[in-house]
């Protein structure tokens, strides 16, 4: 007979032990996943180690057991969940369907009971045991067919827990692990147990009385006047803890080991949830893709492939798709080209394409009209083969971003199943994946490439009309298409990258890196790897003797936070987290850059991605030139090597003074803040006033960055749970903070108050130019998800407005530069900034000139402020 294994999960404990393991983490959409991400690692690990036939994970249903009718204040002083935490809830069971793993939840109990009641059956059953855990309570489930995992620091490290294992670690059996809880009580559960009686005292009196029964029918044979005193005092409560602590084994558990068998996952299943969580670095450990291949049944078309490229074939009308397989820095290899208009479906093979002169007069022609799906990229790509397209009048992938940008568009067959328009099949099936990408024969290819032009002449009318149905067009047509030609002039023209200056700095870094690892061995005692958390464990545990953590398999934990507890205690700490940062600027920030520097213009072409966030904010990869760290000072002089690419220029660097609550003022009208901008006073200082009730004279530093922390964390839809981590500060002083604000800013809470109220009865809530974020969570009957979504309808406006107002200066500054015949170029977005580059004769125009422009793109209630600054490389424009 095969063994059976079962493997049960306390969800709420695995979820409590991620969540505040990992730092915050956000995907795309502001969702917080890092105790989903912390759950993933451990079920993965879990199904790859344990192998189970079985499994199950349990969830507590809710705050009142049947433990509470014996002590009602059973887990009384806990602090609420933090709502980063409660939102997760839902993904993590979602995650768990797309395992198929199953989950329950029992009224009245905890997960605790529905795992020692199912372990217990299973053991008559068979079947060997593993329960995975944070809590030590459920060591006493150890039994020789049973073993119970306890998570340790980090997700993923387990201390198992077998009869023996307790009885070496704590010299009791593990039913004797309820007894030293009666004795010793539980803080975290808020079990009482008996003052004074610690874990020593408890299992020292264990080890002689065997029971706390037994011990409690002979305190006069317990040495210690004062001890005795304690026992016989809270006799009645030392019974009631242990009763408290006792994991129900006979529970009403309604599930049967049939409905917990575990067949295995499969990639389509999970593939999505982890896109839509941004867990890419755990999509390469799913293993082979076994979904199965999209099934078409697509109409047979008609399709040309020209002899020669003439003029004869095009119109004033066309849809025109540019293929481009490798989405790389360099936009590499167009592999197609495909019309579809009045005079037939054609098929354009790239080297003959751009080797006639009638393409690209047509391409470069503003009078024939295009749709196109992708206007900068197809506009980058053919700008390296010297082709400048014209006449783009409609972009089908910017249109559906605008639609709706909660959707993941991967390719235009998402946009067309959007539509119920089956006449493509995606990429991915068609061309395959990774080292099974491969590009079809002509016949195949063209046919592919024709459908997809052919599609966007079936949904064009569809977008145009969603767009002017939700008043979108003019952002579509006014904002994002003319920007997308801007963000194609400024991937085009690159920044150029002083390689050598770069290299030196390399150099120095490194030099630094040596001096820093010689520190750190002096320090120690020793050489030794610094870079080896092996290594370096036993340097700080065994032999600096820091504070113990205990040993895991592959030896102590050195992660950053572990390390960051333990900087008061010995300086050699410093030393090791500035080590390890400089590490990465190293490996990350200089040699990476020095890797995409193209070596013919001395440049780095970072891409822009216009249609990915659902604020409307841009991004930046390949390589990503809005995150060079700059709080360290190294980081900060990475930027020196970001130069002007012609002699006798500058950089020139202007950015937008908190806009972000510029634009809260405005959409709230609280008089108070509206008033503070336009006198023009430190927004900081004066909310320290308003929440401390001081006068500005008598407002510290520690006041006006606590005030400052609230501001901003109010136009993140911030938590009493956040500002307390973001200040260090209890939750409970943390929320008083945030009440106060409130209070001193009435008009921002009734604007809190009715954009939820507005995003409820819409669905959806609205940026200052109309661009939308459909919140359909907002009237979920889950409080978790609801919460979420109404942090989420409160920041949107806000976030959003902001990436509007700068996407419309960068356009009314293209137009400015134009105007004025100057020679400056705009050269990158990094938030709230925008970057030039100008002939040094041309910088007393663009100090008046730029301001001016930026300060009005859009009229508030408040004027909006532009501080610049300017110099020999991007450092100096500070």
Known sequence: MDKKKLVLIDGNSIAYRAFFALPLLNNDKGIHTNAVYGFTMMLMKIIEDEKPTHILVAFDAGKTTFRHKTFGEYKGGRQKTPPELSEQFPFIRELLDAYGISRYELENYEADDIIGTLSLTAEKDGYEVKVISGDKDLTQLASDKTTVGITRKGITDIEEYTPDHVQEKYGLTPLQIIDMKGLMGDTSDNI???????????????????????????????????????????????????????????????ISFENIEYEGFTREKVQPLFKELGFHSLLDKLGEDHAVPESYDLEEIEYQIPHEITAEIFADDNYFYVEILDDNYHYSDIIGFSIVNEKGHFYLPTEKALQSVAFKKWAEDAGKKKTVYDVKRSEVSLRRQNIHLRGVEFDTLIASYIIDASENIEGLSSITKRYDVQTIQSDESFYGKGAKRRIPETAKLAEHLVRKSLAMSDIRDKLENDLRRNEQYELFAELEMPLALILADMESCGVKVDHNRLRLMGIELNERLVEIE????????EKFNINSPKQLGVILFEKLNLQSFKKTKTGYSTSADVLEKLAPDHEIIEHILLYRQLGKLQSTYIEGLLKVIDPKTEKVHTRFQQTLTATGRLSSIDPNLQNIPIRLEEGRKIRQAFVPSEKDWVI???????????????IAGDEKLIQAFKDDLDIHTKTAMEVFHVNEEEVTSNMRRQAKAVNFGIVYGISDYGLSQSLGITRKEAGKFIERYLDSYPGVKEYMDDIIQIAKQKGYVSTLMQRRRYIPEITSRNFNLRSFAERTAMNTPIQGSAADIIKKAMIDMDAALKDQGLKSRLLLQVHDELIFEAPQDEVEILKKLVPDVMENALELKVPLKVDYAYGATWFDAK
């Open 192 to 254: 009482p147990g008996v003052p004074g009686v610690g874990e020593k005292t408890a299992i020292k009196l264990l080890k002689e009385y065997s029971t706390l029964e037994n011990l409690l029918n002979s305190i006069n044979q317990v040495n210690g006047n004062k001890l005795k005193e304690k026992l016989e005092e809270f006799k009645d409560q030392a019974l009631m803890s242990k009763e408290l602590a006792t994991i129900e084994r006979e529970a009403p558990v309604e």
């Open 518 to 525: 010689k520190t750190i061995h002096s320090l120690a005692g």
């Open 652 to 666: 020139f660097a202007a950015d937008y003074s908190q806009i972000e609550l510029r634009v809260l003022a405005d």
